[in-house]
């Protein structure tokens, strides 16, 4: 089989694959971090930490929230944002951008996120808990891309192109899932505000006003506005990313004549410095020009989102004070066998149950290099919920004792899921036929 070109391979996919496996790293360690943490003779300083209130005031208004909510209302509404953008650039450009090549991530998210759905309703039917189905739901990006790295070359590209659609699609059904079962009473003079914000966004898009400084001010206001009107905040965030422009200002043509024009001019000015730094000013200049603002703030706000935004989110949810009482409990309660169960067997029944029925029926084909044991194995992965199921978690219970009992399902679940996929994909290597693959290395952007 031939090897994969390199220049064939996405970049922005490449770069995408490379943060989000570090980043899957990264959540590991302050998850460890959070459990020890929360049960070491510290445990108190964890606690309050999270508690700690802080104000923000302008005028005569402001929010004062403790530092956890700060963390899940807001820091997690970039984090949304992100996932917004995603969706978006996948809709216009990548593996969701028609249906033929939208049919099996979205059939096999739609499936991973049924089944584990009605599995925990099984368990859970006629209980106060059940209002919890939400929470098998979710997929985690960060570690699934993380197992596939430690895998190296014993997994095709095409596995982890798939893969990423799968979860991105299966952020989009968690976000819906938040917007519409998990939002509590509705302020509309505030939801109102929030949309007259979102459609100045859109406006401002048409018209081709590109200023990030006033999507930034836009967004922040429409963040406010859904904080106050009782829909979950972070909605916002995935809303205003659908208002980013996704057309550059100047057209791949005009940049490659400027291009040539400006590298020209550092050329001939080799022994001037200032006309040689002003040249290279107006490349990088046009070179911005040539990129969409959905590139340049996605490129810009990954890192930080994956490096910083969810190990912080980690370290505040994480810490589960897992008490002789609690442990007791899990064996027989269904809260944690809904999740567990709903995560580990379930998100692998129904991704690979879908997948069966897309290529049966011709819908779609499993993509090239890739075998029923690499799906088995994806769908596997899949059950590592951890970011988005923790926080359907904190919104689908209000009682603590049964909110630290879902957080332990969802790492308990997450682990076995992860062992169960490394295991499956590890071993597929020595029964499928070999894939050659392009080097995932790229070279590092200055931003």
């Given at each position: 089989?031939?090897?994969?070109n390199?220049?064939?391979?996405?970049?922005?996919f490449q770069?995408?694959?490379?943060?989000?496996?570090?980043?899957?790293?990264?959540?590991?360690?302050?998850?460890?971090?959070?459990l020890?943490w929360a049960?070491?003779?510290?445990?108190?300083?964890?606690?309050?930490l999270?508690?700690?209130y802080?104000?923000?005031?302008?005028?005569?208004?402001?929010?004062?929230?403790?530092?956890i909510?700060?963390v899940?209302?807001?820091?997690?509404?970039?984090?949304?944002?992100?996932?917004?953008?995603?969706?978006?650039?996948e809709l216009?450009?990548g593996?969701?951008s028609?249906?033929?090549?939208a049919?099996l991530?979205l059939?096999?998210a739609?499936?991973?996120?049924v089944i584990?759905?009605?599995?925990?309703?099984?368990?859970?039917?006629?209980t106060?808990?059940?209002?919890g189905?939400?929470?098998?739901?979710?997929?985690?990006?960060?570690f699934?891309l993380?197992?596939?790295?430690?895998?190296?070359?014993?997994?095709p590209?095409?596995l982890k192109?798939?893969?990423t659609?799968?979860?991105?699609?299966?952020?989009?059904?968690a976000?819906?899932?938040?917007?519409?079962f998990?939002?509590?009473?509705?302020?509309?003079?505030?939801?109102?505000?929030?949309?007259?914000?979102?459609?100045?966004?859109?406006?401002?898009n048409?018209?081709?006003?590109?200023k990030?400084?006033?999507?930034?001010?836009?967004?922040?206001?429409?963040w406010?506005?859904?904080?106050?009107?009782?829909?979950?905040?972070?909605?916002a965030?995935?809303?205003?990313?659908?208002?980013?422009?996704?057309?550059?200002n100047?057209?791949?043509g005009?940049?490659?004549?400027?291009g040539?024009k400006?590298?020209?001019k550092?050329?001939?000015?080799?022994?001037n410095?200032?006309?040689q730094?002003?040249a290279?000013?107006y490349?990088e200049?046009?070179?911005r020009?040539?990129?969409?603002?959905?590139?340049?703030?996605?490129?810009?706000?990954?890192s930080?989102?994956?490096?910083?935004?969810?190990?912080?989110?980690?370290?505040?949810?994480?810490g589960?004070a897992?008490?002789?009482?609690?442990?007791?409990?899990?064996m027989?309660n269904a809260?944690?066998?809904?999740?567990?169960l709903?995560?580990?067997a379930?998100?692998?029944?129904?991704i690979?149950?879908?997948?069966?029925?897309?290529?049966?029926?011709?819908?779609a084909?499993?993509?090239?290099?890739?075998?029923?044991?690499?799906?088995i194995g994806?769908?596997?992965?899949?059950?590592?919920?951890f970011?988005?199921?923790?926080?359907?978690?904190?919104?689908?219970f209000s009682?603590?004792?049964?909110l630290?009992?879902?957080?332990l399902?969802i790492?308990?679940?997450?682990?076995?899921?992860?062992i169960?996929?490394?295991?499956?994909?590890?071993?597929?290597?020595?029964s499928?036929?070999?894939?050659?693959?392009?080097d995932l290395?790229?070279?590092?952007?200055?931003?």
């Open positions: 089989m031939k090897s994969l390199k220049a064939l391979i996405p970049r922005p770069e995408f694959f490379n943060r989000e496996a570090g980043s899957g790293l990264l959540l590991i360690l302050c998850t460890i971090i959070a020890v049960n070491s003779g510290f445990s108190g300083s964890y606690t309050d999270w508690k700690t802080f104000t923000v005031e302008i005028g005569g208004g402001g929010i004062s929230k403790p530092l909510l700060w899940n209302d807001g820091l997690m509404a970039i984090f949304f944002f992100v996932v917004g953008l995603e969706i978006k650039r216009i450009s593996e969701l028609s249906p033929k090549k049919a991530p059939m096999a739609l499936g991973g996120a584990p759905a009605l599995i925990y309703v099984g368990l859970n039917l006629g106060a808990e059940v209002g189905w939400g929470v098998p739901m979710a997929t985690d990006i960060a699934a993380g197992v596939l790295a430690l895998l190296g070359s014993k997994t590209l095409s192109i798939f893969v659609a799968l979860a991105i699609v299966d952020d989009l059904m976000v819906l899932v938040i917007a519409l998990y939002t509590a009473k509705i302020s509309f003079v505030s939801l109102a505000i929030g949309f007259v914000f979102l459609g100045v966004a859109v406006l401002l048409r018209l081709g006003i590109h990030t400084v006033l999507f930034v001010l836009l967004g922040i206001a429409t406010v506005a859904f904080l106050k009107s009782g829909v979950h905040a972070t909605i965030g995935v809303l205003f990313a659908a208002t980013i422009p996704a057309q550059a100047m057209g791949t005009e940049f490659l004549k400027k040539e400006f590298i020209e550092v050329r001939d000015q080799m022994g410095e200032g006309d730094r002003t290279i000013h490349l200049v046009a070179s020009q040539a990129q969409t603002p959905l590139e340049r703030m996605e490129h810009g706000l990954h930080w989102v994956a490096f910083g935004v969810m190990p912080i989110f980690a370290l505040a949810n994480a589960v897992i008490a002789g009482d609690v442990l007791s409990e899990l027989s809260v944690f066998w809904g999740i567990f709903g995560l580990f379930g998100k692998p029944l129904g690979v149950a879908m997948v069966w029925i897309v290529v049966k029926t011709k819908i084909e499993l993509p090239k290099g890739v075998s029923w044991r690499h799906i994806a769908g596997a992965l899949a059950g590592i919920g970011t988005m199921a923790l926080f359907i978690a904190n919104l689908a009682d603590p004792k049964t630290e009992i879902a957080k399902g790492l308990t679940a997450s682990l076995a899921s992860g169960l996929g490394w295991i499956l994909l590890s071993s597929s290597a020595d499928s036929e070999p894939v050659e693959q392009a290395e790229v070279l590092p952007i200055e931003d």
